[in-house]
């Protein structure tokens, strides 16, 4: 849901620091979400944009360090 949001969010109609609060707290919710994933299971499939019905659904194993990278990265 987090990659529903932050993909549908430019196209907002809500004010500059509202999407800004907005874009910070799905990407904290989908960094933490990853963080315990790759924690719990290790490699994960990464998926960091929206799927459209059953479009994607067949993902891959990310390696761990790709992974706690995109966290890094949302995170800052």
């Known amino acids: 849901r987090a990659n529903w949001i932050l993909d549908n969010l ?3 109609q809500v004010s500059a620091a509202l999407k ?7 990407r904290f919710l989908r960094a933490m979400h990853y963080f315990n994933l790759v924690r719990y299971f290790g490699d ?6 929206a799927t ?4 994607n659904v067949n993902v891959s ?4 360090a ?3 990278a995109a966290v890094v990265d949302d995170l800052t």
């Open 10 to 12: 430019p196209s907002a």
């Open 44 to 49: 994960v499939p990464l998926v960091m944009n």
């Open 20 to 26: 800004r609060r907005i874009e910070g707290e799905a």
């Open 61 to 64: 194993r990310t390696p761990t």
């Open 66 to 68: 790709e992974v706690y």
């Open 52 to 55: 459209q019905g059953t479009e």
